[in-house]
């Protein structure tokens, strides 16, 4: 399964909520080999961790029995069950994470979007057409001022994830910004 899969994101946040703290320095991932051992005496290590969280590159696909190790972490019998469980719940779920943020619907055009993340990133999206947004500042990002790109939701303390970004002449990518922590500002700002 990929590590960027609605399924996998939850997982994470589950296992977040579990332990009462969020997973995004080295030592939040050593401490989660712990609790993971003292929970049900398995082992994992921190470098499997980091890559699941997105906190270093590695495999794209997370193997099966890593995921049956942390749905067992979270008192489920396999993977399976956990998806079962998740996509139950989905409905709450979906209202909770998309209470804070900005949607691109709700966006017209003409309107900007501030957003800022780690370590001292910050950008503004010009809103161009439906979904479709260019950059009109950007201050310490790899995005420039007149790229573009697709986007539908803005959300506060997840990865902003965008799609057809094109940059000068380069053929449209997909990007994430803000992929470890997520973003720290949304700000909708309306033109009159």
Not at 70 to 94: C, Q, R, Y
Not at 133 to 152: I, M, P
């Amino acid at each position: 399964m990929s590590k960027n899969s609605p399924e996998i994101l939850l997982l994470r946040k589950a296992i977040e909520t579990s332990v009462n703290r969020p997973i995004r320095t080295p030592t939040d991932f050593d401490f989660l080999v712990g609790a993971i051992w003292e929970r049900i005496h398995q082992t994992i290590s921190s470098t499997t961790l980091k890559r699941l969280w997105g906190y270093i590159d590695g495999a794209d696909v997370t193997r099966p029995a890593t995921l049956d190790l942390l749905a067992n972490f979270l008192g489920f019998d396999h993977w399976e069950a956990f998806v079962a469980d998740a996509a139950a719940k989905s409905e709450v779920e979906s209202e909770v994470l998309l209470g804070q943020g900005v949607r691109s619907s709700d966006v017209a055009v003409g309107d900007l979007v501030q957003v800022e993340w780690l370590p001292n990133r910050r950008c503004t999206f010009r809103c161009i057409d439906c979904d479709k947004f260019e950059v009109v500042e950007a201050e310490n990002s790899k995005l420039h001022v007149g790229d573009r790109f697709e986007c539908t939701l803005f959300l506060l303390h997840e990865p902003l994830y965008i799609d057809n970004l094109v940059q000068q002449h380069h053929a449209p990518v997909s990007f994430v910004c803000g992929n470890k922590n997520g973003l720290t500002k949304v700000r909708h700002l309306p033109q009159r």
